[in-house]
């Protein structure tokens, strides 16, 4: 039996790499998909037309925002809290602390905030699943330019554990999947072929993995109802650590 059949699932930061694949795995599995996105309307709306599913934008820093959104969906089955600001992407202008609430604003409490909501509907139907998506950068010391997001991250975890403890008496799991190296464009346009041969040097299996490959992952992982408050690290091996 398809436990996702019919359930409705908010991806946010749908619209591309990591998200998308959670978008087209998810459809696949007979779920009604929203692709969120808050930047990118038209390759949401790819996304969205393509398998299925609903373009929303929002911006999941603000309150009143992500409220209107969920109240518009209806409530979610399903949340994955992929969305996040890319460390890449500071603009010169931008002070330390400006810098640090942007990444916090999006990467920790806009992840709150949506599982805040969902957690609210889940609960009358006794049923939810939450997936956070953290990253190698929660473990390893961070230098000047991923310090924000790394600290983001780790406080996801603890966040996760939270929502997992609120939810377990309805039957909601929460968990976290931490992933290494992914194969996104936006990888292949931001590192050289060096530089990207030098990065998968130092994962054990040789090499990053696919999007598709970790969503797939994170999906397996919310198949489970018994599997709820911990952290499944995939980096091939990157960083092994029980």
């Not at 991806?11 to 696949?28: M, N, P, Q």
Request: charged share 25%.
């Amino acid at each position: 039996m398809n436990e996702f059949s019919n359930k409705t699932a908010l991806v946010t930061g749908g619209s591309r790499g990591l998200g998308e694949a959670f978008c087209r795995k998810l459809a696949e599995s007979g779920c009604r998909v929203i692709v969120n996105y808050a930047h990118g309307r038209e390759a949401a709306e790819r996304v969205a037309e393509e398998i299925g599913g609903e373009a929303l934008s929002c911006d999941i820093s603000s309150e009143e925002s992500v409220q209107a959104m969920f109240e518009r969906i209806g409530g979610v089955d399903i949340l994955i809290n992929n969305a996040r600001i890319d460390p890449y992407k500071r603009t010169p202008e931008s002070s330390d602390g400006d810098w640090w609430d942007q990444v916090m604003g999006v990467n920790l409490k806009g992840a709150y905030l949506c599982g805040k909501f969902a957690l609210e509907e889940m609960k009358k139907k006794r049923w939810g699943r939450m997936l956070h998506i953290s990253s190698l950068w929660a473990y390893q010391p961070a230098n000047e330019r991923m310090l924000s997001y790394a600290a983001a991250k780790s406080a996801m975890h603890a966040m996760s554990r939270g929502f997992a403890n609120l939810g377990a008496e309805y039957g909601i799991t929460s968990n976290v999947l931490a992933p290494g190296l992914i194969l996104t464009k936006l990888v292949s346009e931001r590192l050289s072929p060096e530089a990207l041969a030098k990065e998968m040097s130092g994962i054990p299996l040789g090499r990053g993995a696919t999007p598709e490959e970790i969503a797939e992952a994170g999906l397996n992982l919310m198949r489970s109802g018994f599997i709820t408050g911990e952290i499944v690290n995939i980096n091939g091996g990157a960083f092994m650590r029980p």
